[in-house]
């Protein structure tokens, strides 16, 4: 698609608001979870909202990053690889983004030298100003277009100052000057740090983050101070002043127990109410009910379970933040607390008596993965789970590795293993998709997105989807090879869930384990707060009642 000013055209009445943020001192202040909030206080309100991220990195996607560099990489319906924050949008405001709501600067600058080449800018010197940054703004603006929205909340990644993200502040910046004042809302977000030995709180750093911001032309409508308790009114002064805004636009985002509790107290302080009359929207009550109780259920929960999640990307928690929050999630609808440990997996490779160590805990949770590193970790923890009956969830290489544990160790396939981890194995149970043989370019050509899937009736899996037929989202190169699918079925592994044309196996699990679950998709992805996707549903009520010395699994 070529993107110009012109080409984009509002069909409604009433005029896109559009929302944007920005953050400054340092990274990870928590721009998506206010942007997320933002959203959520908008909708409590009954207005319609999208969100985009931008991430001013040159990658055209995540899509080829390895999660240590930048988090999980986020799935989108239309199979878009995206960036962690489109998950805690899609959470927060229950939203089913599209890969067009993450902007890149590799994307943005592969469209404008795609339209170089083409001709389309008729000989002209091609420049960041105006070329790229009316690229940026015409996606923001389809955006806008495609979603029938009243709000769009545009999060600009990285922080206030950074090279890479100035022609995105460029852009912003000159969005106000086509939609206008009242139209455009700025939101900068910094950090106010407490000193640990006078215990002051220090505005400085927030004030050279906004004389940064003002530099580069943008005046911030409203300032969200990021601190480890609510700001005093010294500190709100101070704020209010040096960045030339009325103190009652002033905000803090203070620690919480969790997250989804950031909407509630932002709006407490006046902020929902406050971008309603700054953008001209209605004044309208807010509505928090259902928000509410999910969010009491993870604060007063009734019980705990401790799940032991064997990764190799254990290191870093934003590596696997989608399902770190489905488990959360599935734990509210139980009222559970779930106390999640990150345990590498090559811990069990080096001290195989390790693994004994999963008897202390309520279940076991063996995530994705890539490559060799760590695999045969997993597959002793999953032996574990599998012989000592604890509750067992594996998503996509977790369950490829549970296909493969079951073939060595139940079928008696000696060296059983996936070919992407050795090539030659004599019993290659997981193997390379026949459509995947031959590809080269590594970014966006794995089988991706949302598919279909038909579940076999009296099975576990039809229990908790309660349907014959489900979407889940994707992302993998590998699957099930069924030449060994005879085999495994007759030795008592039951695959509940395939593709359409029944040729991909999709959901596995064993009737004689008191839990015992895997799939090849992510349902972490389609997970909601109030709404769990059901295999994270079924695991975390299986581990509670497990604990509980129920004799099965008692499913709603």
Same mark, same amino acid.
């Given at each position: 698609?070529?993107?110009?000013? /012109?080409?984009?055209?509002?069909?409604?009445?009433?005029?896109?608001?559009?929302?944007?943020?920005?953050?400054?001192?340092?990274?990870?202040?928590?721009?998506?979870?206010?942007?997320?909030?933002?959203?959520?206080?908008?909708?409590?309100?009954?207005? &319609?909202?999208?969100?985009?991220?931008?991430?001013?990195?040159?990658?055209?996607?995540?899509?080829?990053? $390895?999660?240590?560099? +930048?988090?999980?990489?986020?799935?989108?319906?239309?199979?878009?690889?995206?960036?962690?924050?489109?998950?805690?949008?899609?959470?927060?405001?229950?939203?089913?983004?599209? /890969?067009?709501?993450?902007?890149?600067?590799? =994307?943005?600058? &592969?469209?404008?030298?795609?339209?170089?080449?083409?001709?389309?800018?008729?000989?002209?010197?091609?420049?960041?100003?105006? +070329?790229?940054?009316?690229?940026?703004?015409?996606?923001?603006?389809?955006?806008?277009?495609?979603?029938?929205?009243?709000?769009?909340?545009?999060?600009?990644?990285?922080?206030?100052?950074?090279?890479?993200?100035?022609?995105?502040?460029?852009?912003?910046?000159?969005? %106000?000057?086509?939609?206008?004042?009242? $139209?455009?809302?700025?939101?900068?977000?910094?950090?106010?740090?407490?000193?640990?030995?006078?215990?002051?709180?220090?505005?400085?750093?927030?004030?050279?983050?906004?004389?940064?911001?003002?530099?580069?032309? =943008?005046?911030?409508?409203?300032?969200?101070?990021?601190?480890? &308790?609510?700001?005093?009114?010294?500190?709100?002064?101070?704020?209010?002043?040096?960045?030339?805004?009325?103190?009652?636009?002033?905000?803090?985002?203070?620690?919480?127990?969790?997250?989804?509790?950031?909407?509630?107290?932002?709006?407490?302080?006046?902020?929902?109410?406050?971008?309603?009359?700054?953008?001209?929207?209605? !004044?309208?009550?807010?509505?928090?009910?259902?928000?509410? #109780?999910? #969010?009491?259920?993870?604060?007063?929960?009734?019980?705990?379970?401790?799940?032991?999640?064997?990764?190799?990307?254990?290191?870093?928690?934003?590596?696997?933040?989608?399902?770190?929050?489905?488990?959360?999630?599935?734990?509210?609808?139980? @009222?559970?607390?779930?106390?999640? !440990?990150?345990?590498?997996?090559?811990?069990?490779? /080096?001290?195989?008596?390790?693994?004994?160590?999963?008897? $202390?805990?309520?279940?076991?949770?063996?995530?994705?993965?890539?490559?060799?590193?760590?695999?045969?970790? *997993?597959?002793?923890?999953?032996?574990?789970?599998?012989?000592? $009956?604890?509750?067992?969830?594996?998503?996509?290489?977790?369950?490829?590795?549970?296909?493969?544990?079951?073939?060595?160790?139940?079928?008696?396939?000696?060296?059983?293993?996936?070919?992407?981890?050795?090539?030659?194995?004599?019993?290659?149970?997981?193997?390379?998709?026949?459509?995947?043989?031959?590809?080269?370019?590594?970014?966006?050509?794995? %089988?991706?997105?949302?598919? *279909?899937?038909?579940?076999?009736?009296?099975?576990?899996?039809?229990?908790?989807?309660?349907?014959?037929?489900?979407?889940?989202?994707?992302?993998?190169?590998?699957?099930?090879?069924?030449?060994?699918?005879?085999?495994?079925?007759?030795?008592?592994?039951?695959?509940?869930?395939?593709?359409?044309?029944?040729?991909?196996?999709?959901?596995?699990?064993?009737?004689? @384990?008191?839990?015992?679950?895997?799939?090849?998709?992510?349902?972490?992805?389609?997970?909601?707060?109030?709404?769990?996707?059901?295999?994270?549903?079924?695991?975390?009520?299986?581990?509670?009642?497990? &604990?509980?010395?129920?004799?099965?699994?008692?499913?709603?």
């Amino acid at each position: 698609m070529n993107f110009t000013e /012109k080409d984009v055209t509002y069909p409604r009445q009433r005029k896109v608001k559009y929302v944007f943020v920005t953050g400054g001192v340092l990274s990870s202040v928590g721009k998506g979870v206010i942007t997320s909030s933002i959203g959520r206080m908008l909708q409590a309100r009954d207005f &319609k909202v999208t969100a985009v991220k931008i991430d001013p990195y040159v990658n055209v996607d995540a899509g080829t990053m $390895n999660p240590y560099m +930048h988090g999980e990489v986020y799935v989108t319906d239309d199979g878009g690889e995206t960036d962690l924050d489109l998950g805690g949008y899609e959470r927060f405001l229950d939203l089913n983004l599209k /890969k067009e709501n993450n902007i890149t600067t590799g =994307i943005v600058f &592969k469209a404008v030298i795609e339209k170089e080449r083409r001709g389309n800018f008729l000989g002209r010197c091609v420049q960041i100003v105006p +070329h790229v940054t009316n690229e940026i703004k015409s996606r923001i603006r389809t955006v806008a277009k495609h979603s029938d929205v009243d709000v769009v909340l545009t999060e600009v990644g990285g922080t206030v100052g950074d090279i890479e993200g100035l022609p995105f502040l460029e852009a912003i910046r000159q969005m %106000r000057l086509k939609e206008g004042y009242e $139209n455009t809302l700025y939101v900068h977000i910094a950090l106010v740090p407490i000193l640990d030995i006078t215990r002051e709180m220090k505005t400085k750093p927030l004030q050279h983050s906004v004389n940064e911001l003002r530099r580069i032309g =943008i005046q911030p409508d409203i300032i969200v101070a990021r601190c480890t &308790k609510m700001i005093n009114s010294e500190a709100l002064r101070k704020i209010a002043l040096f960045g030339t805004i009325p103190e009652n636009a002033v905000f803090c985002s203070y620690n919480v127990n969790t997250i989804y509790q950031v909407p509630l107290i932002l709006d407490k302080q006046g902020m929902g109410d406050f971008i309603c009359r700054r953008l001209g929207l209605p !004044q309208r009550e807010s509505d928090y009910k259902e928000w509410t #109780v999910f #969010v009491n259920n993870l604060l007063d929960p009734e019980n705990e379970v401790k799940v032991a999640l064997v990764g190799k990307y254990a290191g870093l928690e934003d590596s696997y933040i989608s399902m770190n929050e489905a488990l959360k999630i599935a734990g509210a609808t139980c @009222r559970t607390k779930v106390v999640v !440990q990150y345990i590498e997996a090559e811990k069990f490779e /080096k001290n195989p008596k390790e693994v004994e160590m999963l008897r $202390n805990f309520n279940g076991v949770f063996v995530p994705y993965g890539f490559g060799p590193r760590g695999t045969e970790g *997993k597959i002793m923890a999953i032996k574990f789970a599998r012989e000592n $009956n604890i509750p067992f969830l594996g998503i996509c290489y977790g369950f490829q590795m549970a296909v493969t544990e079951f073939a060595r160790h139940v079928c008696h396939l000696e060296n059983a293993n996936s070919t992407e981890i050795n090539p030659n194995t004599p019993h290659p149970v997981i193997d390379l998709m026949p459509e995947q043989r031959g590809i080269e370019n590594k970014g966006a050509t794995m %089988r991706l997105g949302a598919h *279909k899937i038909i579940v076999k009736p009296d099975t576990t899996a039809y229990t908790l989807y309660r349907n014959r037929e489900i979407y889940e989202r994707h992302r993998h190169r590998f699957e099930v090879n069924l030449d060994y699918l005879a085999r495994m079925e007759k030795n008592g592994l039951v695959f509940s869930g395939r593709s359409t044309d029944g040729r991909r196996m999709e959901i596995l699990e064993l009737p004689n @384990r008191f839990f015992f679950f895997a799939s090849q998709f992510h349902g972490e992805f389609k997970s909601r707060p109030g709404r769990p996707d059901p295999e994270y549903y079924g695991f975390i009520k299986a581990c509670l009642d497990k &604990k509980l010395g129920k004799t099965k699994p008692e499913f709603r």
